[in-house]
């Protein structure tokens, strides 16, 4: 395959929700060539990650069995691709999986990130983006969050992403590579997480499992459709990055109360049994974030989902695709 005129981008966590959706998107163009790594863990289902290895389709796609961990299979990685972009979206996530197995947090998103940015040491890469979170910035108002507002994580998730960050901001001083944060605000859509809300309530309907709701549904998320995020990430591939370092929030900047999102979802699939729930101690009551600083950087016109047609989205492909869940 030629790969000389092309840019080639790698994305860890390819076989995972946002790092597919990404290199779907960036396949679309003949002008890339992706490369994706990912461990295929089990955290939820592989079915549905082998699934997405579905863009191995594509002649402009490798995919190499490769967990953040092992440093010397990312330097062997490296050293056979000269690569000019990377997202890293690989990562332990979920907030309330990080009080049951900590240490898969530290491993992947602690050592397996310090791994990647070891590499930039010694090969020349132009930008990095990765994954940082909208629950770092913990449960305190005001609102909405903008990228200076104080932060305050409530977990090992959140504190491990705010790791991310802070290791980034001050390795970019001396590593030539520009290091971009992406704070994601719970990103759904088709071929989403079954750990996350929609699609767990959607597979509780499916099997006639019980759902468990935690709180009565009394929490608000800034919900933001995968398709409005991964426009994003295009356009921060093609524009000039002046900094070195920077931030952004991803999120739609309009908070929705979770019950509503359940009576939206009531409307496409029959209703799981509701299995009532305590707070849980991972959650934040509430995420609302400050998109302007990524609409005035990319200087265009972003277009977000509604919730309502995001929703409905997610529940059409769910019915058309609900076997892989079987
Ligand atoms: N989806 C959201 O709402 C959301 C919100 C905030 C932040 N994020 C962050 O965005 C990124 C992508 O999230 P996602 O929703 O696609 O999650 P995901 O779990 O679907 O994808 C992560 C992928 O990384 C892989 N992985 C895990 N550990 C690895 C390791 N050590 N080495 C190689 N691969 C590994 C997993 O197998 C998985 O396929 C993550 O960093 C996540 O923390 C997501």
Same mark, same amino acid.
């Given at each position: 395959?030629?790969?000389?005129n092309?840019?080639?981008i790698?994305?860890?966590?390819? !076989?995972?929700f946002?790092?597919?959706?990404?290199?779907?998107?960036?396949?679309?163009?003949?002008?890339?060539?992706?490369?994706?790594i990912?461990?295929? #863990?089990t955290?939820y289902?592989?079915?549905?990650?082998?699934?997405?290895l579905?863009?191995?389709? =594509?002649?402009?796609?490798?995919?190499?069995? &490769? /967990?953040?961990?092992?440093? #010397?299979? +990312?330097?062997?990685?490296?050293?056979?691709h000269?690569? %000019?972009?990377?997202?890293?979206?690989?990562?332990?996530a979920?907030?309330?999986?990080?009080?049951k197995?900590?240490?898969?947090?530290?491993?992947t #998103?602690?050592?397996?990130?310090?791994?990647?940015i070891?590499?930039?040491?010694?090969?020349?890469? /132009?930008?990095?983006?990765?994954?940082s =979170?909208?629950? &770092?910035y913990g449960?305190?108002?005001?609102?909405?969050?903008?990228?200076?507002s *104080?932060?305050?994580?409530?977990?090992?998730? =959140?504190l491990?992403? +705010?790791?991310?960050?802070?290791?980034?901001?001050?390795?970019s001083?001396?590593?030539?590579?520009?290091?971009?944060?992406?704070?994601?605000?719970?990103?759904?859509?088709?071929?989403?997480?079954?750990d996350?809300?929609i699609?767990?309530? +959607?597979?509780?309907?499916?099997?006639?499992?019980?759902?468990?709701?935690?709180?009565?549904? %009394?929490?608000f998320?800034d919900?933001?459709?995968i398709? /409005? !995020?991964?426009?994003?990430?295009?356009?921060?591939i093609? &524009?000039?990055?002046?900094?070195?370092? %920077?931030?952004f #929030?991803?999120?739609?900047?309009?908070?929705?109360?979770?019950?509503?999102?359940?009576k939206?979802?009531?409307?496409?699939?029959?209703?799981?049994? &509701?299995?009532?729930?305590?707070r849980?101690? !991972?959650d934040?009551?509430?995420?609302?974030?400050?998109?302007?600083?990524?609409?005035?950087?990319?200087?265009?016109?972003?277009?977000?989902?509604?919730?309502?047609?995001?929703?409905?989205?997610t529940? *059409?492909?769910?019915?058309?695709?609900?076997k892989?869940?079987?």
């Open positions: 395959m030629k790969t000389k092309k840019k080639k790698l994305i860890t966590g390819v !076989a995972g946002i790092g597919f959706s990404l290199a779907q998107k960036i396949l679309q163009s003949k002008n890339y060539y992706v490369i994706g990912d461990n295929l #863990n955290y289902s592989k079915k549905l990650k082998l699934k997405r579905d863009l191995l389709k =594509s002649k402009n796609f490798k995919f190499y069995k &490769i /967990d953040l961990t092992e440093k #010397n299979k +990312l330097y062997g990685l490296f050293k056979k000269k690569f %000019d972009i990377i997202f890293n979206l690989a990562a332990q979920g907030v309330r999986y990080s009080f197995n900590p240490k898969s947090y530290t491993n #998103n602690i050592i397996g990130f310090l791994n990647l070891e590499m930039l040491k010694n090969f020349k890469v /132009d930008r990095l983006f990765f994954a =979170s909208s629950s &770092i449960d305190q108002k005001p609102f909405p969050k903008k990228e200076d *104080e932060l305050n994580p409530i977990n090992l998730y =959140s491990s992403k +705010l790791s991310n960050e802070q290791f980034a901001n001050s390795m001083k001396i590593i030539k590579t520009k290091m971009i944060g992406l704070r994601f605000f719970t990103i759904y859509g088709p071929w989403g997480r079954p996350m809300m699609l767990k309530y +959607l597979i509780s309907a499916y099997k006639g499992s019980s759902f468990p709701l935690f709180n009565n549904g %009394d929490h998320r919900f933001t459709y398709d /409005d !995020a991964i426009n994003i990430c295009i356009f921060l093609k &524009i000039k990055l002046k900094k070195k370092f %920077d931030i #929030n991803i999120c739609s900047s309009k908070p929705v109360h979770i019950t509503k999102i359940l939206e979802i009531d409307k496409y699939s029959k209703k799981p049994l &509701i299995k009532k729930k305590a849980d101690k !991972a934040v009551y509430k995420t609302y974030g400050d998109n302007k600083k990524i609409i005035n950087f990319l200087k265009k016109k972003v277009k977000f989902t509604t919730h309502n047609q995001g929703v409905k989205n529940c *059409e492909w769910f019915l058309k695709n609900k892989i869940f079987n």
